[in-house]
């Protein structure tokens, strides 16, 4: 059970990571920062992110101004899911 434990609070460490990564070049590409697209580390991190905040998005309500509030919600998600892992 400790290895199955771990593993699964390493995939949550990765996927949190991946959408903070992901909202950090989402934000450099609206300042007109030059990341190019077809990097494919930075594409990876982008769908592994996606994995989780597509879903989000298509559940959450659109917001005026255009503002994405599905990072917080599945880091608030990964936060209680570690939090549960963390306790079993």
Do not use: C, K
């Not at 934000?27 to 930075?42: C, D, E, S, T």
């Not at 101004?65 to 549960?84: E, K, N």
């Amino acid at each position: 059970m400790g290895l199955l434990r771990q593993l699964l609070q390493l995939a949550i460490s990765v996927m949190m990571l991946a959408i903070l990564a992901s909202v950090v070049i989402s934000w450099l590409r609206m300042f007109r920062v030059h990341i190019p697209y077809g990097n494919p580390l930075l594409r990876a991190v982008e769908e592994t992110a996606d994995l989780m905040l597509r879903p989000i998005r298509n559940a959450m309500p659109t917001t005026g101004g255009g503002l994405d509030f599905s990072p917080l919600v599945a880091l608030m998600i990964l936060s209680i899911l570690r939090a549960v892992i963390a306790r079993l």
